[in-house]
């Protein structure tokens, strides 16, 4: 029982973190259809921002990874310019998109290689190597900073897509086109910014990220599986189901990892996602 | 008349040329054409730090040849590919290395992977292979010319966690059961084989023995079904990243087990050795080389102080204890077969590498029949009175101490692992 | 078979090619350009592949390296198992991933655009679980091959293999050029453009959609049997390898999707840069230059390398 409450706790804590590595591309590939296979690789140059500053003034890296946003978003609204005159423009977006991304990662990787070498690279902050104790579960704040942090920017994310002019715009850029239009919104700048604002997630999730756990340039590959699969269970673009389907998939790798063979975890998460997909195509949430 | 005119300035201007050219190479007495040495490394992917940090290695190797003037007489050159830590592009490199770069001897790639691709092409030349770091490649192809410089032993998937078991065996009171635990890979499963047959033939009961996958995120699932299973040992083999995430989880669900290491790869690397810091204290783990007096062989001190150097900007493991020793020592053995046998003669530097011993920076080579080392030096070392957040304190002794075997003890266990 | 005079042209191309790559193995010993062409041509086979789903349907299949890892399995497997020789392996491999690919073509039933390719992606993860726990074929450990020394009619092995990937990739190719240019073509593309009108135009969306993901699945499967004998280890981690998932789709956007040709150029193209930079710029640029080749050519020739000729050739004509 003990063990269950466990693999429950430390599967939320999981699955907050998955939220924050989904989120952007919950916006990206969600709502604007843009196929960003590259989204992990920007999460791993958030957590090596997070390193280097880290470990040269020592500075906390969740603090980095808040700093690093607004440049994240810059990078972001300047990538979607080219692809928007690449391809969007000529109605070529969902295949050639998707190559184009398969390319920006490979380039985000391999200069991370050459500038900064293929070591694992790691953060320290005091806290990090510290437990909470409720008693019955002990938490490590390694796991629980990440996951509140997690929370938070999730959280500010959907209330700014429900409760802002910009926020409901961009969900109406994915459903309706011309009504936008009809307002007078301009539906390319409304989606560089809401590309910039994905991107600019990726910033926080990656300073997340090497809190967690040691980062090189290519472990963006592992996240790629798995965030395109918790975007696609909660129903392309919905938040709320995003978050929802990052806990299941976390709390199914925990409980799967404690009870069976941890060796079994990714085929019961992507089982349960190909499941999903027979059975309801539009994901848990699914707009359509 | 013009083209004649010509033709005799082309005459003249070649002559000189070919004077120029005598003189060029005339100049170092007798310096022939350089011996080619061909591998291919990891530069990019998955196994590229160990790969870069091994070819630093190599290329102080061929200074210090060259310094020397060469092998034979011929000065020293490499001539290396990128394989990406893709075993796929093994063949078709090793295939370009002896077919058309037309390179005098080959050495491996490191890691299993890498290398057994190699093998049916370096078979068919018959050429000597020294390999890097391959974990029982030759059990599959039996060749009479591999010789592998990792010291895991004449039987390397058992001598691997040998000493760790031997070590549990010793404690009193005996501890009985045993968690094994893998991330699902090449070389951490044979690990946990080897542990497996080993902690039998121990009399150790096995409690818990499952695999992970590598993609594994937060390993505290893990940590507590070892430790709901109640196991007193716990051995682990891991990569990296989850070798910092099995430690972590360990002291965060606060593992109450007796004994707790034996096959993670990444604690001998220095960035991960400084960010776990106490985490790792008390923790018995495999190691090839640590700066304790025990080990301290003629020309290793030196070797490391120039590739700390080399290393620096370089983004591989600063103090590089673990691999580039090795990376140095397969080219010394090699260095040292050609000088004997005063040729390039494959067949007899493999009877010369069988029999003679190799005085290297990591100490005396002696291979067995299989290729493999004659006797197994997989250190246990365990971390000791480690600080947090220094990586200097593990360019000295006193934070790693060699348990087994006992020919390089150092310092004595601290048993339980949980104090 | 021989209707028009660019189906004579084809057959004769083929048959040419084909001859001259015997014709090469008489003449040439060195060893290492099979070893290269061989890469290159599953290379191709891949990409033809990728493109009788993806090009010819717009169907993305994310989860090509599956596919191709299962074929190799399937040899490891048998060939552990009852030992059969290399044409069997083939075609058991062709067999089972065909299956697979049939499978695959009654998920399009329900899942389309960009779900269809999570499913793949999902897919192939769930299998590499499969393999990586699978014992009797080394499990994540890897399975060594061994292959013969000595072979009949060729001087090496790997000449052998050079022989039967160029005969498979010619095949590949010509199936490829019969299904685009044929009534099942125009249905495929039909669906490609708008898949509710072609059902309501009676054209037979369900059966062409399986139809060509299973052979999809049968050609990727015949890609992946012989790779076992050419690394001789194989593990879950290099089968599986995302670089085959990215070649696959790499090579045809660039070659152009729309053609039977088009994967064919591409991944000559880029197979043969992959090659020559793997053995000249050594290191990471290798990478960063297919990287850049890739975001170059997606995003200033979106139609590749056949549209731009096309583009060209219209051109020339006005």
Known sequence: ??????????????????????????????????????????????????????????????????????????????????????????????????????????????????????????????????????????????????????????GAVWLYLSRTFTGRAILAVAQDRLALQLMGADPVRIKQFAFGLAIATTAIAGALLIMIGPVEPSLGRVYIGRAFAIVVLGGMGSIPGMVIAALLIGVLESLVSSFAGPSWAPAVAFGALLITLAVRPSGLFGRA | MVNRRSFARAIIAAGAL?????????????????????????????????????????????????????????????????????????????????????????????GTNEIAPAMPIVMRKKLVFPSLFGLAVNDEFNYDRYFQIMPAGPEPKTDWSKGFFELAAEQNPKPKTVAIVSADSEFTLNAAAGARQN?????????????????????????????????????????????????????????????????????????????????????????????????????????????????????????????????????????????????????????HMHKATFKTVVGDVKFAKNGEWATSRTLQVQFRDVKPNDMAQFSGPGKRIV???????SGDIVYPFNQ | MLKTRADKIFWAVLAAVFLGGLALTELVANEYYYTAIYAILQATIMAVAWNILGGFTGYVNFGSAAFFAIGAYTAVALDKWLGLPLPFLIAASAAVCGLMGLGVGYLTLRLKGVYFAIATLAMAIVLETFVTNWEYVGAARGVYILTPEKVPFFRSYIQLLFVVMLALTLGSIAISRALNSSRIGRGLAAIRDDEVAAECAGVPTLRLKLISTTVMGAMMGVAGAPYPFFVTFVDPLSAFNLFVAVNAIAMPMIGGTAHWIGPVIGALVIGGAQEAITVTISSELNVLVVGLMLVLFITLAPQGIVGLVQKWMKRRKR
Do not use: C
């Open chain 1, 1 to 154: 029982m003990d063990l269950f409450v466990n693999a429950i706790v430390a599967g939320i804590l999981l699955g907050a973190f998955y939220a924050a590595v989904s989120v952007g591309l919950s916006i990206s590939f969600g709502q604007l259809d843009i196929v960003n296979i590259a989204h992990p690789a920007f999460v791993i140059v958030g957590s090596y921002i997070a390193w280097i500053l880290n470990s040269r003034y020592g500075l906390d890296p969740v603090l980095v990874g808040v700093l690093a946003a607004p440049i994240f978003f810059i990078v972001g609204a300047l990538i979607y310019r080219i692809y928007y005159a690449a391809f969007e423009r000529t109605g070529q977006e969902s295949l050639s998109g998707l190559a184009f991304f398969f390319g920006v990662m490979f380039i985000i990787e391999v200069v991370l290689i050459l500038v900064y070498g293929v070591d694992y690279r790691l953060v320290s902050a005091g806290y990090l190597s510290k437990n909470v104790d409720l008693g019955f579960v002990g938490l490590p704040l390694r796991l629980v900073v990440p996951f509140l942090v997690a929370s938070a920017m999730t």
């Open chain 2, 403 to 409: 348990l087994y075997p006992k020919a390089w003890k």
């Open chain 2, 199 to 351: 902690a039998k033939s121990g009399g150790f009961i096995i409690v818990y023995d499952k695999t992970y996958p590598m993609s594994t995120t937060d390993y505290s699932p893990i940590v507590r079904a070892i430790e709901a299973a109640n196991a007193d040992i716990v051995f682990v083999a891991s990569y990296p990243p989850q070798s910092v995430g099995m430690v972590k989880a360990a002291r965060e669900v606060g593992l109450k087990a007796k004994m707790f290491g034996g096959a993670m790869v990444g604690l001998q690397f220095a960035a991960i050795q400084k960010n776990l810091g106490p985490a790792l204290n008390n923790i018995i783990n495999y190691d090839f080389w640590v700066p304790e007096p025990t080990l301290n062989f003629p020309g290793v001190k030196e070797f490391l102080a120039r590739y700390q150097e080399a290393a620096k900007g370089k983004g591989v493991d600063p103090l590089g204890h673990y691999l580039p020793p090795y990376a140095y020592a397969y080219l010394q053995v090699l260095e040292q077969a050609i000088n004997a046998t005063k040729g390039l003669d494959q067949g007899k530097l493999a009877a």
């Open chain 2, 18 to 110: 070919a004077f120029a050219a005598g003189a060029l190479v005339s100049a170092p007495a007798h310096a022939a054409k350089p011996l080619k040495i061909g591998f291919s490394m990891a530069l990019t992917g998955g196994l590229a730090g160990a790969g870069k940090a091994a070819l630093i290695a190599m290329e102080i190797w061929r200074e210090d040849v060259n310094k020397k003037g060469g092998i034979l007489g011929r000065p020293v050159e490499f001539v290396y590919y990128d394989d990406a830590t893709q075993p796929a592009k093994v063949p078709g490199i090793y295939t370009k290395l002896l077919n058309v770069d037309k390179v005098d001897l080959v050495v491996s790639s490191y």
